[in-house]
Nanobody
Framework: QVQLVESGGGSVQAGGSLRLTCSANGYIGSSLFMGWFRQAPGKEREGVAAIRVGTTTYAESAKGRFTISRDYANTILYLEMNSLKPDDTAIYYC?????????????????WGQGTQVTVSS
């Protein structure tokens, strides 16, 4: 099991930007999914963006504003978030997995980080 640690969360005003980072304590092959999920209070955890073998997938809410990328050599995952909105407020989780379902489906992932809080004020 790989341990994942997120960082980079914080509080910003609407329109601002944040860059989340996820570091793994072990090797994660490029053929595995790595993704970002988020969970707002009272809501289900939802997929935001995922990457596998260089192919990226984004939720509709993230398209055009968020960019996922991965440093394969160092097994670090990034999420660049721009034009943030109050609706983006949530705990953001990094995940890795070898499942064969959708890239943004929670069941695809086995390993999860503890999450980092993102708060966007209007």
């Amino acid at each position: 099991q790989v341990q994942l640690v997120e960082s980079g969360g914080g509080s910003v005003q609407a329109g601002g930007s944040l860059r989340l980072t996820c570091s793994a304590n072990g090797y994660i092959g490029s053929s595995l999914f790595m993704g970002w999920f988020r969970q707002a209070p009272g809501k289900e955890r939802e997929g935001v963006a995922a990457i596998r073998v260089g192919t990226t997938t984004y939720a509709e809410s993230a398209k055009g504003r968020f960019t996922i990328s991965r440093d394969y050599a160092n097994t670090i995952l990034y999420l660049e978030m721009n034009s943030l909105k109050p609706d983006d407020t949530a705990i953001y989780y990094c995940a890795a997995g070898a499942g064969d379902t959708s890239a943004l489906d929670k069941s695809t992932y086995e390993d999860w980080g503890q999450g980092t809080q993102v708060t966007v004020s209007s």
